[in-house]
């Protein structure tokens, strides 16, 4: 059962990685354009960050 | 008219007749901003690219980006780019452009609730998963000290994520209880810290049962709940808002012989405004200068055009058809007839708001049944056993398997299926109640022009006049804009007619047209112009020389799908009315045409209105379609009001639902839609009364460990988010 002191710490750790990373990608405008932004893959232009 | 965004300056059909008022609306005005341009065509990543591409490339952008979820693009341009240059630019690309005001759009560009409740959604799932899993570990065996160190670690995660994650219903809850009201947020906050409370004390006392995943769960599911039903309410009003966007109130002022264009709410009373032909007269007034016709037919339902000249008072939101119109303004802005008209429709709105929702319904009789249900389960435990610890535990577990999470889903899971799928087949939902309502309805009340019909005219005498008379009508047409002229254009070309060799041809504003033909004179316009006497329908006339002058009538053309409509709806047994502001033999021939025996012509907006309220005080539960400022007292005291895209701004604020395209097919459907989801909301009620039914014993009987009310919950959640999903329907 001593594997819990380091399992249990890690899955908290990277849960809550995702909900930081999930807040990020609200906080910086990413779900203002799904439709826009699921065709923008296709294309070859630079563009990785949304603009304001 | 099959776009569903027209262009700007107004939403009427006899701009199409004048691409130059257009230009005019969108000319230069310094401003500082942003421009917005709604892009109603574009569908792929290439079309994003070019417009991009495109638009970066001008002198004076900065940076142009392109929204292809809301199908716009906004530019970030230095202070001399005007959204006309911008409109050519993407043009020019091959796409159709249309400017929007950013001020009015203003509310959806930051959707602050919506994302904050994606955000509270977010840690209650993240909380709730972890939880749930140190929970799993305990129900499948775990004891003694390792038991409560997952209960320690379950209320470390717990409480900080309950106390961000709940503030909604918080905060709902207390503003109710001030008011001295219960709602459904009341037993819900209840539930919540009840749950969270006795898992804390049941911790710190080694205890064996704790309900921090349910409160989470709880959380979350409604949250989930929540969140659904913002998300429909805010493409709902996104829609609306781009509505009222792509007027953009600008108008051209005269001041000593020049001509300035200012924004409509720098206006003043007395000014002198410049009216060009198809434009909407923005203030009410007296016609200084200037011979032209009016189409009133938005503010009255008349389809004649009226003529007007000087000394004549005119009011706002008609539209000047032939000449050019100076107009000294007697009322701008909120004063004018127009919106005092309004303005009157928000007093009757308030009405609406006695319709209570099933949701505020199944609310009222739910939120006292669990408190009194918990407190009664509390009194006999404690009467039975006199163990607090035992008798609030209990209580706390009626209260949360009692669990309000179906009832949350139960409404907004329904109305955000229906109103997608209704959105896609081109009608916006604007109410919260008004898919309740429109399920209700049995008597539907249709406005004649521009809702059952297009609102443009069809020349119908063709064939009565020679081949001479013809041939000269072509003629004269050819060399106007106006409305009636371009029909006679159109019915011309489609019947293969050859313009007779007419030349020096002239318009006369207001009038007709007129020139020369084999040395005689022929004249096409109206009645009084040409000598001849007028005819009760719309029409031209034509006199060639000295002979007597023929009449050209017209007639307006229904709307796509109007007819199969009214068809469907006397089909199912609706009663179908036909208030219209036109003439009686016009209104009759259309009534004949479309199988309506009930109809009424020449009301006025008082006798609508009126007529309404007299069928819904006999029982009927009126559905009310209009677009002008005529129906919009009688859209606001209907049941529920539906109004095309093409009506009036007044009118579109008045109504419940707005149709987007130009088919009136989906009104029938929208119906059945309403019914059915009505239907859902219903089933998914009596699922939730159902599965309460089987597990309020067991909490009361203290036999709903958190395993049994986490199953439970969940199950009584999908089960009603899936019952809502058959809603949607198989096509796109």
């Known amino acids: 059962m001593n594997i819990l002191v380091y399992l249990i710490p890690i899955s908290l750790f990277l849960g809550a990685v995702g909900l930081v990373a999930f807040i990020y990608t609200v906080r910086s405008n990413q779900y203002d354009d799904p439709e826009g932004d699921s065709r923008r893959i296709l294309s070859d232009e630079w563009d990785d960050r949304p603009k304001p | 008219m099959t776009a569903v965004l027209r262009p700007p300056a107004s939403a009427c059909p006899a701009c199409a007749a004048a691409p130059a008022a257009l230009e005019l609306a969108g000319a230069s005005e310094p401003r500082t901003g942003e421009i917005v341009l709604s892009l109603p065509t574009i569908h792929c990543a290439a079309c994003i690219a070019r417009i991009e591409a495109g638009l970066a490339a001008h002198d004076g952008v900065k940076t142009a980006r392109v929204n292809l979820t809301l199908k716009r693009a906004t530019i970030d341009a230095a202070p001399d780019i005007t959204a006309a240059d911008m409109i050519a630019a993407v043009t020019a690309l091959g796409y159709e452009a249309h ?78 209880l001030r008011a001295g009201q219960l709602n459904m947020d009341v037993p819900i906050t209840l539930a919540i810290l ?68 200012v924004p409509i709410a720098q206006l003043r009373v007395g000014d002198r405004v410049v009216v060009r032909p198809g434009g909407r007269l923005p203030v009410d007034g007296e016609i200084t200068d200037g ?7 938005l503010l009255t339902g008349e389809t004649l055009p009226v003529f007007a000249g000087p000394g004549q008072t005119v009011s706002a939101g008609e539209m000047n058809l032939t000449g050019p119109l100076t107009i000294r303004a007697t009322a701008v802005g909120r004063d004018t007839s127009l919106h005092r008209m309004a303005d009157l429709v928000a007093v009757a709105e308030a009405g609406r708001a006695n319709y209570t929702s099933l949701a505020d319904r199944a609310a009222k009789l739910y939120a006292p049944g669990v408190h009194i249900l918990s407190a009664l389960a509390f009194l006999g435990w404690y009467l039975a056993t006199y163990d607090m610890r035992t008798a609030i535990n209990i209580a706390a577990a009626v209260l949360i398997i009692t669990c309000p999470c179906a009832l949350g889903l139960a409404v907004p899971a329904v109305t955000t299926a229906a109103s997608g799928r209704l959105f896609r087949r081109g009608m916006l939902i604007k109410h919260a109640t008004a898919l309740e309502r429109l399920a209700e309805v049995d008597t539907v009340v249709f406005d004649k022009t521009g809702t059952l019909t297009t609102g443009t005219p069809a020349l119908t005498g063709l064939d009565a006049l020679g081949d001479r008379e013809a041939g000269i009508a072509m003629a004269l047409a050819l060399g106007s804009s106006h409305p009636l002229s371009r029909a006679i254009v159109e019915a011309g070309q489609a019947a293969e007619i050859t313009p007779a060799s007419v030349s ?37 006339y034509l006199q060639v020389g000295e002979d007597a002058p023929v009449a050209l009538p017209f007639e307006d053309r ?40 009930r109809w009424m012509a020449e009301t006025l907006p008082a006798d609508k209105a009126a007529r309404v309220e007299e069928l819904r005080a006999s029982g009927a539960h009126v ?32 109504s419940d639902m707005v149709l987007l395209g130009s088919d009136l097919s989906v009104l029938a459907e929208a119906c059945t839609i309403a019914k059915s989801a009505t239907k859902r909301i219903r089933e998914n009620f009596r699922i939730a009364t159902l599965y309460n039914i089987i597990a309020v014993p067991l909490a009361v009987a203290g036999l709903a460990t958190p395993l049994i009310a986490a199953l439970a919950m969940s199950t009584s959640s999908i089960t009603v988010s899936l019952n809502a999903l058959r809603l949607r329907g198989g096509q796109r």
């Open chain 2, 99 to 176: 400017e929007l005001d950013p001020s009015a759009l203003s509310a959806t560009a930051a959707d602050r609730a919506g994302r904050e409740l994606l955000m509270r959604l977010a840690v209650a799932g993240f909380a709730s998963m972890n939880v749930m899993l140190l929970s799993v570990a305990v129900w499948s065996g775990a004891t003694d000290a390792t038991r409560d160190l997952f209960h320690w670690i379950s209320a470390a995660i717990a409480l900080p994520a309950i106390v961000f994650a709940g503030q909604p219903f918080f905060r709902n809850a207390w503003r109710a």
């Open chain 2, 558 to 597: 229904l709307r796509d799908g109007a007819a199969e409509t009214v068809a469907q709806f006397i089909a199912r047994g609706f009663k179908v009315y036909l208030f219209s502001g036109d003439s009686a033999p016009s209104v009759e021939a259309m009534a004949e045409k479309l199988g309506i025996t």
């Open chain 2, 291 to 297: 011979v032209s016709e009016l189409d009133r037919a």
């Open chain 2, 504 to 540: 020096e041809i002239t318009e006369v504003p207001g009038y007709g047209a007129k020139g020369v033909w084999k040395g005689q004179t022929v004249r096409l316009g109206r009645a009084s112009w040409v000598g001849a006497a007028p005819l009760a329908v719309t029409a031209s």
């Open chain 2, 623 to 654: 559905l009310m379609v209009g677009d002008g400022l005529n129906d919009t007292a009688a859209l606001a005291a209907a049941h529920v009001s539906i109004s095309p895209a093409s009506a009036l701004d007044a009118a579109r604020v008045a």
């Open chain 2, 194 to 261: 009840l749950a969270v409370g006795t898992s804390l004390w049941e911790t710190a006392l080694r205890g064996e049962h704790a309900y921090f995943d349910a409160a989470l769960t709880l959380t979350f599911f409604l949250l989930a709940g929540r969140y659904l039903d913002h998300r429909t309410r805010a493409i709902a009003r996104s829609a609306a808002e781009e509505l009222t966007a792509l007027e953009v109130p600008r108008a051209w002022l005269s001041e000593g012989g020049t001509e300035r264009e």
